[in-house]
């Protein structure tokens, strides 16, 4: 029903009645989700360092900027990517990785709004393929509801299985010369882990992103997707030294790049819960 009526506002009154009507919502999320509240304050007060009220007012405004990332991933393929605007930087990392035709694996995080690269992509006529992996399979129902208004060219949802098989799938896709996006930064439960430091304290991390982006020989880069103001979106992509089999070295740079994203971006964080099982610390 929430994806009906936001799916309704922005095609008949626009983006910004949508970003409006989320205001609606938040207040619900800040006194009732109390698990997800007190991960975002800890983050803020914990790990940022910023005071009960400087936090208190953030975890409102990253909900709010959160509810306005998931307006503009319903609204660009609606039709509306022309009220957005986009800003490449590390562009020319992204085609150099195209022209050795080996597939690369992007790896994210669950800030900003990664989802959205596939658009920077159709804006510089990159010719490949997109392979997106997620840790959840999204409601069949809300899927087949927004794609009777959304088109999704040439990208691919290889869903993270218990069996591993989604290993498969990745094999296949970078056998394809695709390009595979794939967060770094959440794990199944059970799942084995890796960690490292981030924001000063230590974290657990899945070892499988790291693992694969240091055995198979397919360039890797760091790529974040981050919503500016007044809708404009900024692609960093960031090219990196891979040591063959060393998964903690390579997340150990991923978490060193991961950190200066998040001190700039301290509102796109968008992991609601005790991502450094450390509430009680």
């Not at 393929?129 to 999204?138: A, G, L, P, R, Y």
């Not at 903690?248 to 740079?253: G, H, I, N, S, T």
């Amino acid at each position: 029903m929430g994806f009906k009526v936001f799916v309704f506002f922005i095609k008949n009154f626009g983006v910004r009645s949508a970003y409006a009507l989320m205001h609606l919502p938040i207040p619900y999320f800040c006194l009732f989700v109390r698990e997800n509240v007190r991960g975002l304050s800890y983050y803020f007060r914990k790990r940022l360092g910023y005071s009960w009220l400087k936090s208190t007012i953030s975890i409102y405004k990253t909900y709010y900027v959160f509810g306005q990332t998931l307006v503009d991933k319903i609204a660009i393929p609606l039709g509306k990517k022309d009220t957005y605007t986009y800003e490449f930087d590390g562009e020319e990392h992204i085609r150099e990785l195209l022209k050795e035709k080996k597939g690369g694996i992007l790896i994210s995080a669950h800030v900003g709004n990664f989802e959205l690269a596939q658009y920077f992509f159709k804006k510089r006529n990159f010719d490949a393929e997109i392979s997106i992996v997620i840790t959840d399979q999204d409601h069949e129902d809300i899927k087949e509801y927004l794609n009777r208004f959304t088109k999704r060219d040439r990208v691919n949802f290889i869903i993270v299985k218990p069996d591993f098989g989604h290993i498969f799938e990745i094999n296949a896709a970078l056998a394809q010369n695709r390009i595979v996006c794939i967060s770094g930064d959440r794990f199944l439960p059970g799942a084995k882990t890796l960690q490292a430091e981030l924001l000063g304290a230590e974290a657990k991390f899945p070892i499988g992103p790291f693992q694969l982006a240091t055995r198979l020989q397919v360039p890797v880069l760091f790529v974040y997707v981050m919503r500016d103001p007044k809708r404009h979106y900024h692609l960093y992509a960031r090219k990196v030294q891979i040591e063959r089999r060393d998964a903690q070295d390579l997340l150990d740079k991923f978490t060193n790049h991961l950190e200066r994203v998040i001190h700039k971006y301290p509102l796109q964080w968008f992991n609601f819960y005790d991502f450094w099982d450390d509430f009680n610390a």
